[in-house]
């Protein structure tokens, strides 16, 4: 989520979309293109492959129109790509947040990296107070907790913030590596605490409650540290399609026919199959992004 929101600025700061009626409905259309098409194709064939399922009217209609919020749809992985969904709504409120954010950067002229880490600091405290909020009053995981934007928007926006906050850091200032290292110390430390969630009532609570917020606000930071937005965000905005088109590959696709292949085989067979599906899956994530590119490249050509 925080990575699509560094690409969702980036996508405009860094001068690909204006921030203007034309240039909101170009970087809508390229989304849908990139996100929403590729994620109804691959569901379908999931759908396909699982052969048993029969989609409710009004589950076609979430599907259609990015309500879907991962609950009720029995075929294994779709229940999943709720995030998408989510994303789809937070890449409309875009603009907004940064029409917010050039206003905010003039009314603090001089500070705004002060500004930008009070804002962040803001957004973490809302994302563990909302799901304090949601634990106290019993409300549902998926359409409360989770699946919707006031529980994702903390950190869709916090990576909004990080990619706007990078040009006002002065990195002379920082040891970079040294502080880079302890960022990526605190993230395993995160995801060890989180593993280990079943032992614990209060790793359990850490997990559910805050380990969010904090997970996504020392990506940020090592986002920043590791300055590959110096180079327009080339890194993330090239490597952020291939991982996504893999995990459309690998959750909906491969591995429903590797496990259908490996049902009644050996530990060795297993083994071999699995490595193949990663590997055929890595080639056609290649494909499949190459595809999108390809006709992006055509739709902007014809304008």
């Keep these: 989520m925080i990575i699509s929101g560094f690409l969702a600025s980036c996508g405009f700061v860094g001068g690909k979309c204006d921030l203007n009626v034309a240039g909101c409905k170009n970087y809508y259309q390229n989304r849908i293109v990139k996100i929403l098409i590729p994620t109804w194709i691959f569901i379908s064939l999931a759908w396909l492959i699982d052969g048993t399922y029969t989609f409710k009217p009004i589950e076609i209609v979430q599907l259609l129109t990015s309500t879907y919020n991962g609950s009720g749809i029995g075929i ?38 002060r500004m930008y880490i009070i804002l962040i600091a803001v957004l973490f405290v809302y994302g563990i107070v909302y799901r304090c909020g949601c634990e106290a009053l019993h409300l549902s995981k ?29 990195y002379s200032r920082i040891k970079g590596r040294k502080v880079l290292e302890l960022a990526w110390a605190a993230l395993l430390t995160v995801v060890l605490m989180c593993t280990l969630k079943n032992y614990s009532i209060v790793l359990k609570a850490f997990h559910a409650l805050i380990s969010p917020s904090l997970y996504v606000v020392i990506c940020a930071a090592i986002i920043l540290l590791s300055k590959n937005n110096q180079g327009g965000g080339k890194i993330w905005n090239t490597l952020a399609p291939y991982t996504f088109a893999f995990y459309l590959w690998h959750s909906l696709v491969m591995i429903r026919i590797c496990r259908c292949l490996t049902l009644d085989s050996s530990f060795g067979s297993y083994s071999l199959v699995t490595c193949l599906g990663l590997v055929i899956t890595c080639y056609l994530s290649y494909l499949t992004t190459n595809m999108n590119n390809a006709i992006i490249g055509k739709l902007l050509k014809k304008k």
């Design 76 to 113: 294994p992985g779709v229940g999943a790509t709720w995030y998408i969904f989510i994303v789809m709504w937070l890449y409309i409120l875009t603009p907004l947040g940064l029409k917010l954010f050039n206003w905010l950067e003039g009314k603090y002229k001089g500070k705004e990296a």
């Design 142 to 170: 998926y359409n409360w907790r989770y699946a919707n934007i006031l529980a994702c928007g903390d950190c869709f926006f916090i990576g909004v913030a990080a990619f706007r906050l990078q040009k006002f850091i002065d």
